[in-house]
């Protein structure tokens, strides 16, 4: 199993029944995270486990690491009231919602998204339709989670970023730009105001191929970084090489701050702020 890296629980959740809660749990092949949290938003739990880069017992299944996870942690092993989950590092492509028919999601899928044997096709309806997003869902994850739990909601990991930034970006007079940090992957969004101009997933090795990805994008929408406000979310910090990178060239960057749609009050999350955003903003996604 993965090694556990952040923990935050309330000693109330000790006196609260857990099918009353609802779990939400992100996971790529990197990191696992999730919450639990009652109808009303308050968090009771937050857990999140390092998989070693994708390295697990069985070396043919690069889920194997999120497999043990979700079989031997014990909040996970509990019945909720309902389970949301987000998978990251799979590929995607957004459409307009008014080109989609479902009938036809595997030819619009196909064309961009490598076609798997072990995957079925899936998509997520985002803004009462306006966007649709298209991706293949492991077969193996879904049995799963099936399995686990008896209702549940898949979503890709665009969907709540495009959820959670845009509630951002809506207070923000013009243009925008959101970074979404994973290891080794980000997830680059730029808004002008309510509407989505980019979102993509790029992969990184280093604070150089970082910021020249952030950089192309800034390009590509004829855009200048002296001018325009990034917002950072993700596993990033003040000290490490790519923040030093944002710094020499974004002029005005800043950490996103905890969301005002959910409730922390009993959690001791001070440090890890921005950390979990994509994790917070799947509860955006119900």
Do not use: W
Not at 177 to 201: A, G, S
């Amino acid at each position: 199993m993965g090694a556990l890296n952040f923990e935050s629980i309330s000693s109330q959740l000790d006196n609260t029944s857990t099918d009353l809660l609802n779990l939400s749990l992100l996971f790529g092949k990197d990191r696992l995270s999730f919450m639990v949290y009652n109808d009303y938003k308050r968090i009771f739990a937050i857990r999140s486990y390092e998989l070693d880069d994708g390295k697990g017992p069985d070396d043919n299944d690069p889920y194997s690491p999120v497999k043990s996870v979700l079989i031997q942690d014990d909040l996970l092993n509990t019945a909720f009231n309902k389970v949301t989950f987000s998978l990251a590092d799979i590929p995607a492509t957004l459409m307009p919602g008014k080109l989609f028919e479902a009938v036809n999601a595997a030819e619009y899928v196909d064309p961009l998204v490598p076609n798997a044997e072990d995957s079925l096709v899936h998509y997520d309806a985002i803004n009462l339709d306006e966007i649709i997003n298209l991706y293949r869902l492991p077969v193996s994850i879904n049995k799963l989670a099936s399995r686990l739990f008896s209702q549940k909601t898949i979503y890709h990991l665009f969907t709540p970023l495009i959820h959670g930034f845009r509630r951002l970006a809506i207070q923000q007079k013009e243009l925008s730009v959101y970074v979404n940090i994973r290891f080794r992957t980000m997830q680059v969004l730029v808004f002008n105001q309510q509407d989505l101009l980019f979102c993509n997933h790029f992969n990184f090795t280093s604070g150089k191929d970082f910021i020249y990805y952030l950089l192309l994008v800034f390009d590509q929408l004829k855009i200048k970084p002296t001018e325009v406000p990034v917002f950072l979310a993700g596993k990033l910090t003040r000290e490490s090489e790519i923040y030093h990178y944002i710094y020499r060239y974004i002029k005005n960057s800043n950490f996103v701050s905890l969301p005002d749609y959910l409730k922390f009050d009993i959690l001791d999350i001070k440090e890890h702020e921005y950390q979990f955003f994509d994790l917070y903003s799947l509860a955006l996604c119900e």
